[in-house]
């Protein structure tokens, strides 16, 4: 995975050559990745990372995300959902949030990232998601409204429901009470404007 080849950009998204994924979190080149989240009308929905995973093992995340290899457009993007969680979605059944640009330190890791953000309306259950044990431990809910006062600061934990698949293949239910401690050190700027998009599209 480390020998993945990634575009690099300069700041002003300029593409200006290809690097290993390794040599891109190593010296903090920018390159693009797709970020999708999924959501309904009450809730939105994160992804627990693998235990196994190199960065950020056991945290919350983006419901599914990746980066976008050298040869690929965004729309290729599209394959970390059916990778990730085992449901197939078309490219065109997304809802574009935009390109965020933002910069996070995470021990020898400088990631540098232009995020190509997107929601998709979900209309299953949690029995809906297909793991892919190695990248994907779980699958968790948060009501929409708390997750929004979450990272606006107005609260300071919030409940989780959802499951984990544990070694044993046995499914685990989850329900929680947690703070921001547990989620993915993304940018505040990059939750914001997440949690500002679910206020313009999916909160009434």
């Known amino acids: 995975m480390e020998s993945e080849r990634l575009k690099i950009f300069d700041e002003q998204y300029n593409v200006i050559g290809i690097a290993s994924r390794e040599d891109v979190h190593k010296w903090g080149y920018w390159h693009e990745t797709f970020h999708c989240w999924f959501v309904d009308a009450q809730y939105i929905y994160l992804q627990k990372r693998s235990g196994s995973k190199k960065d950020y093992p056991n945290l919350l995340d983006i419901t599914a995300a990746g980066h976008l290899l050298a040869e690929e457009e965004i729309k290729d993007g599209i394959r970390e959902v059916r990778e990730e969680l085992g449901i197939d979605v078309s490219f065109d059944q997304l809802m574009p949030l935009g390109v965020l640009s933002y910069s996070v330190r995470h021990e020898q890791l400088i990631d ?34 708390d997750f929004i006062e979450l990272w606006r600061g107005e609260r300071e934990e919030v409940i989780i429901q959802g499951f984990e698949m544990k070694d044993n293949g046995v499914k ?15 940018d505040d700027s990059y939750y914001l404007a997440v949690i500002k998009g679910l206020e313009d599209r999916i909160v009434d």
Do not use: C, P, T, W
Request: negative net charge; aromatic residues 14%; hydrophobic residues 45%.
């Open 172 to 186: 685990q239910q989850i329900h929680e009470i947690v703070g921001r401690d547990i989620f993915v050190s993304h």
């Open 112 to 145: 540098n990232e232009f995020a190509n953000v997107f929601f998709y309306m979900f209309n299953g259950d949690l029995d809906s998601f297909q793991l892919q044990h190695d990248e994907v431990a779980g699958i968790v809910r948060i009501n929409n409204k």
